[in-house]
């Protein structure tokens, strides 16, 4: 069973900080990772993807791959109160033509 | 920016009735997905369709549920005869390509039934 694990939260963070939001996946094979985010009662929007070779860093956001270790991480920096949100981890299974996601990790960001 | 547009936003069903559910993927995009979450869970993948076929299907996909491309910009989910436990919101989302490229959803439909 392909697993995709992430801390549910809340995760509390004073705004202007840097929020660490990190996820496990059980597929060793998996070559490209998402992070998407969703505010309450709307859909995922994406917000972030890297492959399995490198790092990569769009504005605020970073986004991570240990692949050793498994695991993705997102790090959003100067935390604003619109980042409050539940973001979710994702990857690709099989061939690639579905999601797993993980349950979701909500980040609040205090003023 | 391209989008992927679902309609309608909100359906209100009795339980043993059809329902369809309409998404217009993004216009040079080839592979289409439909996904659910259930109020407080995860999102989970139901189906994803290219070519003209269903790719791949999870467990959740059972002999109710269908897909179509009726023409060439409408991709729609069917679902025959509606349990208490299809209230969802259902998401359609599309890729350019698969190969784990990244794929954009729509604002959901949000299913009640009755």
């Known amino acids: 069973q392909k697993e995709v694990e992430q801390n549910s939260g809340p995760l509390s963070v004073p705004e202007g900080a840097i929020a660490s939001l990190n996820c496990t996946y059980s597929?060793?094979?998996?070559?490209?990772f998402f992070w998407y985010r969703q505010y309450s009662g709307k859909s995922p929007e994406l917000i972030m993807f890297?492959?399995?070779?490198g790092d990569k860093e769009d504005g605020r956001f970073t986004a991570q791959l240990n692949k050793a270790s498994q695991y993705v991480s997102l790090l959003i920096r100067d935390s604003q109160p619109s980042d409050s949100a539940t973001y979710l981890c994702?990857?690709?299974?099989?061939?690639?033509?579905?999601?797993?996601f993980g349950s979701g990790t909500r980040l609040s960001i205090r003023p | 920016e391209p989008e992927v547009t679902q309609t309608p936003s909100h359906q209100v069903t009795q339980m043993g009735q059809e329902v369809i559910l309409r998404c217009v993927p993004i216009?040079?995009?080839?592979?289409f997905y439909w996904y659910r979450q259930i109020l407080g869970q995860k999102v989970e993948f139901l189906v994803s369709?290219?070519?003209?076929?269903?790719?791949?299907k999870s467990e959740i996909f059972d002999d109710q549920f269908s897909v179509e491309r009726p023409d060439g910009s409408n991709f729609t989910l069917k679902i025959r005869s509606t349990k208490l436990e299809d209230s969802a919101m259902y998401f359609c989302?599309?890729?350019?390509?698969?190969?784990?490229?990244?794929?954009?959803f729509g604002d959901g439909t949000r299913l009640s039934i009755l």
């Open positions: 216009s040079n995009h080839l592979y």
């Open positions: 994702a990857v690709p299974y099989s061939s690639a033509s579905k999601i797993i």
């Open positions: 989302a599309s890729s350019e390509t698969g190969g784990g490229k990244p794929q954009h």
């Open positions: 890297i492959y399995s070779n």
């Open positions: 369709f290219y070519n003209n076929e269903i790719s791949e």
């Open positions: 597929d060793r094979g998996s070559q490209s």
